[in-house]
């Protein structure tokens, strides 16, 4: 059989106050190495700031992953260029439209308090798609910026389904 496999990577755009919580971190750590050296518990917090650290300082870079495979389309979330989440996952069968986030098809779907998941650069004057999925009774709306590779691949496999 033939398999078709398409991948874009986007990296969001660090938000302002993540330069503030780095400098906080940088601070508390600092901090915490001061208490160590003055007082004979000070160690432990050292301990536990240097833990809080390491998972927290890789959510300062985000990327996300948009990978199809044949009809399977998934978001994933990449934090700090080593760990990998899962963010969405589906199958075209349960995809609506995928369209320019401002065509009035996409806008047709929408729908009071449906979930809306933005996996977008968060950049301005980027081309943003929709996926609206329906599924189990529950519509949701999924923000992508695809490049042209990934919406011709879906153009072939849904062509009723894709809004260029």
């Known amino acids: 059989m033939n398999?078709?496999?398409?991948?874009?990577?986007?990296k969001r755009k660090t938000?302002?106050?993540?330069?503030?919580?780095?400098?906080?971190?940088?601070?508390v750590c600092v901090l915490s190495f001061l208490i160590a050296m003055t007082t004979p518990f000070g160690f432990i917090v050292l301990l536990a700031v240097i833990v809080a650290m390491y998972f927290i300082w890789p959510?300062?870079?985000?990327?996300?992953?948009?990978?199809?495979?044949?009809?399977?389309?998934?978001?994933?979330?990449?934090?700090?260029?080593?760990?990998?989440?899962?963010?969405?996952?589906?199958?075209?069968?349960?995809?609506?439209?995928?369209?320019?986030?401002?065509?009035?098809q996409v806008k047709d779907l929408q729908k009071q308090g449906m979930k809306?998941?933005?996996?977008?650069?968060?950049?301005p004057n980027r081309k943003v798609y929709a996926i609206m999925q329906q599924k189990a009774g529950e519509t949701t709306q999924v923000l992508i910026e695809p490049n042209d590779r990934i919406l011709e691949?879906?153009?072939?496999?849904?062509?009723?389904?894709?809004?260029l």
Do not use: C
Request: no cysteine.
């Open 3 to 10: 398999e078709a496999y398409v991948e874009w990577l986007v």
């Open 153 to 163: 691949h879906l153009r072939q496999r849904a062509p009723r389904k894709v809004i």
């Open 116 to 123: 809306v998941l933005d996996f977008t650069s968060r950049e």
């Open 59 to 104: 959510m300062f870079s985000i990327e996300y992953e948009y990978l199809i495979v044949n009809d399977q389309v998934s978001v994933d979330k990449i934090m700090g260029q080593t760990r990998r989440k899962k963010a969405w996952e589906a199958v075209l069968e349960d995809i609506e439209l995928i369209g320019p986030r401002d065509a009035y």
């Open 15 to 27: 938000p302002g106050y993540n330069y503030l919580l780095k400098g906080l971190l940088a601070f």
